[in-house]
C-alpha cells in the first residue's frame, strides 16, 4: 500500500495520544522501542497489554484493553496479528467517536476493519511503522535506516 507523503505527515503533525495496543515490556521487542521513540518524539503513548496491565510504561499505566482507557487517543497503534485487527477497530470506533486514526503496523492488514473504519471518516493506515514513517519524513533516517549520530566514512 502506498500513502502520500503529505498525507502520512498531516497524521504525524496531528496526533497527541496513541494508543500502543500489543505493546511488550520487551526492550528488544519492537512495540516497545517504538513507543519509547514516540514518547521521545512529545507523544503520550498509552500502552495497552492485558497481560501488563496495572504495570506501568513509559509513565503512563498499562491498560487491558481500549475500553479501560479514561482519557481520548487520537490515534490506536496495533501490534497484533491481522485476525485480531476487526475486534480492535470495532472497541476503538465504539470507544472514541472523534478517533483519527488507526495505524496497523508492519506486516499487519486487514482490509474489512479498514473499510469499516474508513466509511466513519477515520483515517486507516496498513503495513507502515510510525517511527519509520516519522523518521523517514522528518529528516531523521540515516545510515542503513537507522540515526546512529555517527557520520559514515566515504570508501
Same mark, same amino acid.
Given at each position: 500500500?502506498?500513502?502520500?507523503?503529505?498525507?502520512?505527515? &498531516?497524521?504525524?503533525?496531528?496526533?497527541?495520544?496513541?494508543?500502543? $495496543?500489543?505493546?511488550?515490556?520487551?526492550?528488544?521487542?519492537?512495540?516497545?522501542?517504538?513507543?519509547?521513540?514516540?514518547?521521545?518524539?512529545?507523544?503520550?503513548?498509552?500502552?495497552?497489554?492485558?497481560?501488563?496491565?496495572?504495570?506501568?510504561?513509559?509513565?503512563? &499505566? $498499562?491498560?487491558?484493553?481500549?475500553?479501560?482507557?479514561?482519557?481520548?487517543?487520537?490515534? $490506536?497503534?496495533?501490534?497484533?496479528?491481522?485476525?485480531? $485487527?476487526? %475486534?480492535?477497530?470495532?472497541?476503538?470506533?465504539?470507544?472514541?467517536?472523534?478517533?483519527?486514526?488507526?495505524?496497523?503496523?508492519?506486516?499487519? /492488514?486487514?482490509?474489512?476493519? %479498514?473499510?469499516?473504519?474508513?466509511?466513519?471518516?477515520?483515517?486507516?493506515?496498513?503495513?507502515?511503522?510510525?517511527?519509520? /514513517?516519522?523518521?523517514?519524513?522528518?529528516?531523521?533516517?540515516?545510515?542503513?535506516?537507522?540515526?546512529?549520530?555517527?557520520?559514515?566514512?566515504?570508501?
Amino acid at each position: 500500500m502506498t500513502y502520500p507523503d503529505d498525507f502520512l505527515r &498531516t497524521i504525524l503533525r496531528r496526533t497527541k495520544t496513541i494508543a500502543i $495496543v500489543g505493546i511488550s515490556a520487551n526492550e528488544v521487542r519492537p512495540s516497545y522501542y517504538v513507543a519509547r521513540y514516540l514518547r521521545l518524539k512529545g507523544y503520550r503513548v498509552i500502552p495497552v497489554n492485558p497481560g501488563l496491565a496495572g504495570q506501568e510504561l513509559f509513565g503512563e &499505566t $498499562v491498560y487491558a484493553d481500549l475500553n479501560s482507557i479514561p482519557d481520548t487517543v487520537d490515534m $490506536v497503534d496495533i501490534f497484533r496479528k491481522p485476525d485480531a $485487527v476487526p %475486534a480492535i477497530v470495532d472497541a476503538a470506533l465504539a470507544r472514541w467517536p472523534e478517533l483519527q486514526t488507526i495505524w496497523m503496523q508492519i506486516g499487519v /492488514e486487514h482490509a474489512e476493519a %479498514a473499510k469499516i473504519a474508513e466509511a466513519r471518516g477515520v483515517d486507516v493506515i496498513q503495513n507502515r511503522c510510525p517511527k519509520v /514513517e516519522y523518521q523517514r519524513l522528518f529528516g531523521e533516517l540515516r545510515m542503513g535506516g537507522f540515526n546512529t549520530g555517527i557520520m559514515s566514512a566515504k570508501l
